[in-house]
């Protein structure tokens, strides 16, 4: 080969090799504007533009693990799910040792309901980096929600260790705690999530919850006053403070704490129903004609308003029984078990007030629905029930002859 040819084949060689590597800058250079430009979209919110850069990037880098991690993480939060764990599985096989995709993994799969899976990818992540108190937390809520409750304490006992100011985690470790009857230990994980943060209502409902398991009721009460301080305008946090003193038998307590609440929210249905509630049991409680009136014009009130409650209707259709106007009690109490959610007791009234009536094959129908809502408690102690709330109905009825009924004993249904 003469020097000629080798040169020329030299010249061209450098040729091609400096168009290669001018390609490949400019081909850098795209890419590099492309996630840029993503970037820049997924700033000002525009999704649909940062998915198209991505998606150029990917095209022309796709060995690029980034490029995959960005428009993943982009459908995301745009709610395109699937397409979402498509990219960040691509991007976890390019680069397995990426905890940014594990943590995106398992948010996904936590979207998605996964959390079986999600604790997977979160629990690969801590053995990459055993020091994000923040995946720490992520990978004991996922056990929690897939029911390994014992599994999530050690994760949440290492976030708390990192940062013993990360509230959530305390309260979550509270869950747990409960959960596993330790309640004590349960007790201070939610007072030192408050501690942290008082202004932390589900703990603080959370708390109150088990102090009321534990009947320590007036440690409830005081937490329940604290979340009604901190959310004045939700009426149903007044109202449940009173019902809480209501089951302490504080009546008073409870009636002037819904008297606050009834000046503060007048157009709201739930307090009334509270009220209609309280007086109601008190009534019952203590045979009380004037209490029952109270609980009757209470809850008029709640069930004239709107889309009326089944807890409302299955009440007011109790006053209406014992105060005996059996008709229109029917009428509520029928109305009471066919809404949602299902009162189970109003299935008991029902089946009393069909008795009285005079309709036994109703109030066998009845007794049986209600048994079957109370986890199949034997017949004859549905029956005793049923008995009991007719004998109670004979003391708060006003004066007058008993509507007509079947002629046998009172409470006694077919089968007794």
């Given amino acids: 080969m003469n020097r000629t040819v080798v040169l020329a084949l030299l010249v061209s060689a450098a040729v091609t090799g400096s168009v290669l590597a001018w390609y490949s800058a400019r081909q850098a250079r795209e890419y590099r504007r492309l996630i840029a430009v993503g970037d820049e979209a997924l700033a000002r919110e525009q999704a649909s533009q940062a998915l198209e850069a991505y998606s150029g990037a990917v095209a022309i880098q796709p060995q690029s693990m980034l490029a995959y991690l960005k428009r993943g993480d982009t459908y995301r939060r745009r709610g395109d799910l699937a397409a979402a764990v498509r990219d960040l599985r691509?991007?976890?096989?390019?680069?397995p040792s990426s905890t940014r995709v594990l943590e995106l993994l398992g948010d996904v799969n936590v979207q998605l309901g996964r959390y079986d899976r999600a604790a997977e990818h979160y629990a690969r992540f801590t053995t990459l980096d055993d020091r994000s108190p923040r995946v720490l937390y992520k990978l004991a809520l996922t056990r929690f929600r897939h029911g390994q409750v014992a599994e999530a304490i050690d994760p949440l006992r290492q976030a708390i260790g990192m940062d013993d100011r990360f509230s959530e985690a305390h309260h979550l470790l509270g869950l747990c705690l409960r959960a596993r009857k330790r309640n004590p230990e349960a007790i201070r994980a939610f007072r030192r999530a408050l501690a942290v943060n008082p202004a932390f209502v589900v703990a603080r409902?959370?708390?109150?919850?088990?102090?009321?398991?534990?009947?320590?009721?007036?440690?409830?009460?005081?937490q329940l006053e604290a979340i009604a301080a901190l959310e004045p305008s939700r009426p149903e946090r007044l109202v449940d403070v009173a019902l809480a003193y209501a089951r302490l038998g504080r009546t008073e307590a409870a009636i002037t704490t819904l008297g606050r609440a009834a000046e503060r929210y007048p157009e709201e249905p739930v307090v009334y129903t509270a009220i209609g509630r309280v007086w109601l049991e008190s009534a019952e409680q203590r045979a009380d004609r004037v209490a029952l009136s109270k609980a009757l014009e209470a809850l008029q009130t709640a069930a004239s308003r709107g889309n009326a409650s089944a807890e409302t209707r299955a009440l007011y259709g109790r006053a209406l029984f014992l105060d005996g106007q059996v008709d229109s009690a029917l009428r509520m109490l029928r109305e009471a078990t066919t809404a949602r959610p299902v009162e189970p007791d109003a299935f008991l009234w029902l089946a009393a007030a069909c008795e009285r009536f005079g309709d036994i094959a109703a109030a066998q129908q009845a007794l049986s629905d209600y048994g079957h809502l109370v986890e199949e408690r034997p017949l004859d102690a549905l029956q005793a029930a049923v008995a009991d709330v007719l004998r109670l109905q004979l003391r708060l009825r006003p004066a007058g002859p008993v509507p007509p009924r079947a002629s046998r004993p009172a409470g006694r249904l077919p089968g007794r």
Avoid: V
């Fill in 90 to 95: 691509q991007a976890a096989a390019l680069d």
């Fill in 205 to 222: 409902a959370d708390l109150a919850d088990l102090y009321q398991q534990l009947g320590r009721h007036r440690e409830a009460i005081e």
